[in-house]
């Protein structure tokens, strides 16, 4: 994989957010020239900042992706060669509070990058990426398929579920008779790390008390989600992208990048992991929910299993130990740049 990012010129929009910054610094490792398009960060603290990942960059931008004038003249300007298209509004709890903002962010930035791809003169490889929640939940245990129904009763979810159709409205309009094209969308599970300050998260809230010296809330305690370190997700578009310039069958797809059905742990089994790091903390259960939350959440990854050749490094112990090691470094004062770069290094040790 390292030979093929070498000295590609790749775009991630989204940026300065969790993902986008992991994501930018993985890539510049790999020897990529990163260029990065999103807003500034939304919490005073934030990995993109205390991670140093501005001085990677090739160019570093700042503005709002529904400028459609704006997104197309500074695409043309990078020229790149592959995007990753991750800016969005990403929090279920804040598309309750501003759904109109939600909407038009998700939904309207990404078709802004399709009309752009589709008039683009290069060769391009495009990963959108979407959430495990675009599905209609129906809280099955089986783990989601890639050809499931897709829906969401927030509008975030909503909204994910109406790019995923966007996406493919555009592959088959346009892109699959465009050889210069090669596009899928990724869709990740709940992804924790270091430099996640998101609210309403669980280790985010975990974090903000513990810094206060406040009992952690959480909701849901037996609710299950697909956890795995922000690595694991990244490292499935990585891979998705290498492959989709050669291989067809890949071209127009959609894959889901997550545990196995077996690795699920609820909210509750998360904390008491966490604790062991941060023993002085205490948490209680509380009943306020403003806003809908399903119980149960599983990706079915066999499609990039097959596919891709992809599966998760890391096991639980490995996910709590990477991301409470970046928190005690953060709260040591130490570099967080040379130890979130120290830890991609360790995980592409990590043997499947």
């Given at each position: 994989?390292?030979?093929?990012?070498?000295?590609?010129?790749?775009?991630?929009t989204?940026?300065?957010?969790?993902?986008?910054?992991?994501?930018s610094?993985?890539?510049?490792?790999?020897?990529?020239?990163?260029?990065?398009?999103?807003?500034?960060?939304?919490?005073?603290?934030?990995?993109?900042?205390?991670?140093?990942?501005?001085?990677?960059?090739?160019?570093?931008?700042?503005f709002?992706?529904?400028?459609?004038?704006?997104?197309?003249?500074?695409?043309?300007?990078?020229?790149?060669?592959?995007?990753?298209?991750?800016?969005?509004?990403?929090?279920?709890?804040?598309?309750?509070?501003?759904?109109?903002?939600?909407?038009?962010?998700?939904?309207?930035?990404?078709?802004h990058l399709c009309?752009?791809?589709?008039?683009?003169?290069?060769?391009?490889?495009?990963?959108?990426?979407?959430?495990?929640?675009c599905?209609?939940?129906?809280?099955?245990?089986?783990?989601?398929?890639?050809?499931?129904?897709?829906?969401?009763?927030?509008?975030?979810?909503?909204?994910?579920g109406?790019?995923?159709?966007?996406?493919?409205?555009?592959?088959?309009?346009?892109?699959?008779?465009?050889?210069?094209?090669?596009?899928?969308?990724?869709?990740?599970?709940?992804?924790?790390?270091?430099?996640?300050?998101?609210?309403?998260r669980?280790?985010?809230?975990?974090?903000?008390?513990?810094?206060?010296?406040?009992?952690v809330?959480?909701?849901?305690?037996?609710s299950t989600?697909?956890?795995?370190?922000?690595?694991?997700?990244?490292?499935?578009?990585?891979?998705?992208?290498?492959?989709?310039?050669?291989?067809?069958r890949?071209?127009?797809?959609?894959?889901?990048?997550?545990p196995?059905?077996?690795?699920?742990?609820?909210?509750?089994?998360?904390?008491?992991?966490?604790?062991?790091?941060?023993?002085?903390?205490?948490?209680?259960?509380?009943?306020?929910?403003?806003f809908?939350?399903?119980?149960?959440?599983?990706?079915?990854?066999?499609?990039?299993?097959?596919?891709?050749?992809?599966?998760?490094?890391?096991?639980?112990?490995?996910?709590?130990?990477?991301?409470?090691?970046?928190?005690?470094?953060?709260?040591?004062?130490?570099?967080?740049?040379?130890?979130?770069?120290?830890?991609?290094?360790?995980y592409?040790?990590?043997?499947?």
């Amino acid at each position: 994989m390292k030979n093929f990012y070498k000295n590609k010129k790749v775009l991630v929009t989204g940026h300065t957010g969790f993902k986008g910054s992991w994501l930018s610094l993985y890539l510049n490792l790999l020897g990529s020239k990163v260029y990065g398009i999103s807003l500034k960060p939304k919490y005073k603290n934030n990995n993109f900042e205390l991670s140093k990942v501005k001085k990677i960059l090739k160019k570093n931008y700042i503005f709002d992706l529904r400028d459609k004038k704006k997104f197309e003249t500074t695409f043309n300007e990078i020229e790149p060669d592959i995007i990753f298209h991750l800016a969005a509004q990403p929090l279920v709890g804040d598309s309750y509070k501003n759904p109109y903002l939600t909407w038009t962010s998700n939904l309207l930035s990404t078709l802004h990058l399709c009309e752009i791809i589709k008039v683009y003169k290069k060769k391009i490889i495009c990963v959108v990426i979407t959430s495990d929640k675009c599905y209609e939940n129906l809280e099955l245990t089986r783990g989601y398929k890639e050809e499931d129904r897709l829906g969401g009763k927030d509008p975030y979810s909503a909204s994910k579920g109406s790019v995923e159709l966007l996406c493919k409205s555009y592959y088959h309009s346009f892109f699959q008779y465009n050889s210069n094209i090669k596009f899928a969308t990724a869709r990740a599970g709940n992804v924790i790390g270091g430099g996640d300050w998101s609210k309403d998260r669980l280790i985010p809230d975990v974090i903000n008390s513990i810094q206060k010296n406040k009992i952690v809330e959480i909701r849901n305690p037996k609710s299950t989600r697909p956890w795995q370190h922000v690595l694991e997700p990244l490292n499935g578009y990585l891979c998705l992208a290498s492959k989709l310039k050669k291989n067809k069958r890949l071209n127009g797809e959609s894959f889901n990048f997550g545990p196995g059905n077996s690795k699920n742990y609820n909210v509750e089994s998360i904390i008491k992991f966490f604790k062991k790091f941060f023993p002085n903390f205490n948490y209680k259960v509380v009943n306020e929910n403003n806003f809908h939350e399903s119980n149960l959440l599983k990706l079915n990854c066999e499609k990039s299993k097959k596919l891709l050749n992809w599966k998760q490094k890391m096991n639980i112990s490995d996910t709590i130990d990477f991301t409470a090691g970046w928190y005690k470094n953060y709260f040591d004062k130490k570099d967080n740049f040379e130890f979130t770069i120290n830890q991609i290094k360790k995980y592409l040790r990590i043997k499947k």
